[in-house]
T-cell receptor, first 111, second 116 residues
């Protein structure tokens, strides 16, 4: 069974810092990997989707990388802002009917 | 971008009553929809997967007679919590996908259910 681990569980940084969130998965046979953010009491917002054939995706200050062979993905946030404070989750898909989620990294960006 | 609408955003009901939660994909056809439950400070727990026109596939430990899922069209899935009890109080979230590797998973904003 696919297991997804996110480290660290929580992270607090001052505004302006660049930071990296980590996601690892045990089964490298995936179709895609997706990063989400979740604000308290809300659903999940899709940030980036990386296909299994891709190595990275970028959107604004966010950059996600994927190393399938080692079962790792990172989410890089540049020049962090207080508005980036949220819980970030990664999910991997082995087929279109199954998504496995990590437990998330709770990010706090201090003004 | 793709939008998934979930309604209601919160509901309070009395023990023993049933509650229906709707999940709609507003601008795409969702071949597959998922229902999750989330406990405070925990990640998502998949309850069931529903494909349009067929019976939902429930995860182990989820009572299919208690959590009724209907996916009658490509844009609508419903979750009905039957004979709700206080332990059913939780945050329920739906998600939807077109069902190919290029399609992201899109989430509704969740429904906070409180059973008194």
């Amino acid at each position: 069974k696919q297991e997804v681990t996110q480290i660290p569980a929580a992270l607090s940084v001052p505004e302006g810092e660049n930071l990296v969130l980590n996601c690892s998965f045990t089964d490298s046979a995936i179709y895609n990997l997706q990063w989400f953010r979740q604000d308290p009491g809300k659903g999940l917002t899709s940030l980036l989707l990386i296909q299994s054939s891709q190595r990275e995706q970028t959107s604004g200050r966010l950059n996600a990388s994927l190393d399938k062979s080692s079962g790792r993905s990172t989410l890089y946030i540049a020049a962090s802002q207080p508005g980036d404070s949220a819980t970030y989750l990664c999910a991997v898909s082995k087929n279109f009917n199954k998504f496995y989620f990590g437990s998330g990294t709770k990010l706090n960006v201090k003004p | 971008g793709a939008v998934v609408s979930q309604h209601p955003s919160w509901v309070i009901c009395k023990s023993g009553t049933s509650v229906k939660i709707e999940c709609r994909s507003l601008d795409f056809q969702a071949t597959t929809m998922f229902w999750y439950r989330q406990f405070p400070k925990q990640s998502l727990m998949l309850m069931a997967t529903s494909n349009e026109g067929s019976k939902a596939t429930y995860e182990q430990g989820v009572e299919k007679d208690k959590f009724l899922i209907n996916h009658a069209s490509l844009t609508l899935s419903t979750l009905t919590v039957t004979s709700a009890h206080p332990e059913d109080s939780s945050f329920y979230i739906c998600s939807a996908t077109r069902g190919d590797s290029n399609s992201p998973l899109h989430f509704g904003n969740g429904t906070r259910l409180t059973v008194t």
